[in-house]
């Protein structure tokens, strides 16, 4: 859209049916576009994100629709999008252990220390099939900087997995 802004609004509310139409709703009163979204429920509420173009004059008229939403028990945040995506290669990181507190903040700590950027984050806490035990399952789609190796990331992950006593893959794109 020539003229337009883009925005990224995450939302929470009690999943009930009908939520998602509402927001389409409020999107589409605005002339915005659709572009792209996350959404799921997530012990019992909704919650999701969504980025949209909107004609720059409509924008503040999004926003204050989109805030409005919370005469109906929606919660909505919105932040226009700056910037451009972060450069690199692409990889993805997939990890699986035991549960415990602090998995996602070690791995992340490590990778924010060499700079990689994480694009997408998936979690889950599964019974095993085996043990029955929980597990943990993380899958990410991260971005490595130019000036950093990816061979040297791969070997960290795998030093961390060690101690974790967790099988973490990187596969680079």
Known sequence: MAGAV?????????????????????????EGNWVDSSMA????????????SVPEARAAGLEAALS?????????LTRRSE????????????????????????ISERLAARGVSIDELETEVFT?????????KASARIVIPPETDAAEIARELETIGMDMMAEIRLRTD
């Open 6 to 30: 883009e925005i990224v609004a995450s939302i929470v509310a009690a999943d009930r049916p009908g939520l998602v139409k509402r927001l389409a709703e409020a999107i589409a009163g605005e």
């Open 41 to 52: 429920r997530l012990g019992g509420s909704f919650a999701g994100i969504v980025r949209v």
């Open 68 to 76: 409005a939403l919370a005469t109906d028990g929606i919660t909505v």
């Open 83 to 106: 910037g451009a995506a972060p450069v690199g290669a692409r990889a993805a990181l997939d990890l699986t252990c035991a549960d415990r507190p602090g998995i996602v903040r070690t």
């Open 128 to 136: 095993g099939s085996m043990s029955g035990e929980a597990l943990f």
